[in-house]
């Protein structure tokens, strides 16, 4: 599951890096934005296969680093944990936690390639939920993914892979870890992970 998520995450970050006017949006015209923000990131990549920059690296990791809501993943992540820690806990905890996101979404850049099917996409006034099928090399993988509209721009608050949120699984972990060692802990291992 962690191979899985690690190929599709960074993906459905880059096809949320829309800039939206303020006006209503339809379901059609979010999967045209989404189409055409792939398209881009594609030629930004090359053929398959290609070696890549450290030119490209940087500028996805600017576009995962505009896109996703790391505080939202992280008070579904702590739970109750959220608000009973300090804001200087907090703040390294949403840094270091979307270090790794972004880390983790860059390890295999080929993924960005995979064919993207878009089978429901509703938006709720400043919200969506998005159900696609992603393809690569003939593996079909469902990704679903909840976003909401700020400042005319759409942050990803959570994502699902198989019916499997992002989210959740680090709650999960986080919180067996809490339970276990506690917070310190959990922000050390956090601190070791990201700078290893």
């Known amino acids: 599951m962690k191979f899985l998520a690690s190929l599709f995450f960074p993906l459905l970050i880059m096809a949320y890096y829309l800039p ?22 594609k030629l930004l990549l090359g053929p398959e296969g290609s070696d890549y920059t450290q030119e490209q690296r940087d500028e996805l990791r600017s576009i995962i680093n ?14 109750e944990t959220y608000n009973t820690i300090t804001d200087e806990q907090r703040t390294e905890f949403v840094d270091l936690f979307g270090s790794i996101i972004r880390e983790q979404s860059l390890n ?73 060692r506690g917070f310190d802990a959990l922000l050390q291992n956090l601190r070791n992970r990201a700078s290893g």
Request: proline content about 0%; charged content about 35%; glycine content about 0%.
């Open 66 to 79: 505009d896109i996703i809501d790391y505080d939202a993943m992280a008070r579904i992540a702590l739970q």
């Open 20 to 41: 939206l006017q303020a006006q209503s949006i339809t379901s059609e015209q979010v999967r045209n934005l989404m189409e055409e923000r792939d398209e881009q990131i």
């Open 108 to 180: 295999n850049l080929d993924i960005y390639r995979a064919e993207v099917i878009y089978d429901d996409i509703i938006v709720d006034s400043n919200k969506a939920s998005v159900r696609t099928t992603a393809v690569l090399r003939n593996v079909r993988t469902r990704v679903s993914y909840e976003v909401e509209k700020r400042d005319d721009l759409w942050f990803i608050t959570d994502m699902a892979i198989d019916d499997v949120s992002t989210a959740e699984s680090y709650r999960r972990s986080f919180q067996n870890m809490i339970r276990r």
